[in-house]
């Protein structure tokens, strides 16, 4: 099972990105998809998570802001980030959990400037 995520770059404050993550070797089953972030010199936390049958999950600090949503026909996983700021910075991680076992992909780089 291999991830790939894309989508960050540099973004205004207030701005907006659409990060995604393609899943290989693997077809949208019964699992978890996640966001994880990694500001500098900070902890990897959770932004968000998806089901299998849609249900979500977000951290305090991005509700109502950030939206994640899953294509299974493409194996896909999206992070849609509006309304950036300065604490949206950091490396972002996309995560399937499945039986218990965790895949990561390596991580794209967002920065917000303020």
């Known amino acids: 099972v291999q991830l790939q995520a894309s989508g960050g770059g540099l973004a205004q404050a207030g701005g907006s990105l659409r990060l995604s993550c393609a899943t290989s070797g693997y077809i949208f089953g019964i699992d978890v998809m996640g966001w994880y972030r990694q500001a500098p010199g900070k902890q990897r936390d959770l932004v968000g998570s998806?089901?299998?049958?849609?249900?979500?999950i977000y951290a305090d600090s991005v509700k109502g802001r950030f939206t994640i949503s899953r294509d299974s026909g493409k194996n896909t996983v999206y992070l849609q980030m509006n309304s950036l700021n300065a604490e949206d910075t950091g490396v972002y991680y996309c995560?399937?959990?499945?039986?218990?076992?965790?895949?990561w992909g390596k991580g794209t780089l967002v920065t917000v400037s303020s």
């Open positions: 995560n399937l959990r499945r039986y218990g076992t965790d895949f």
């Open positions: 998806i089901t299998s049958i849609g249900s979500t």
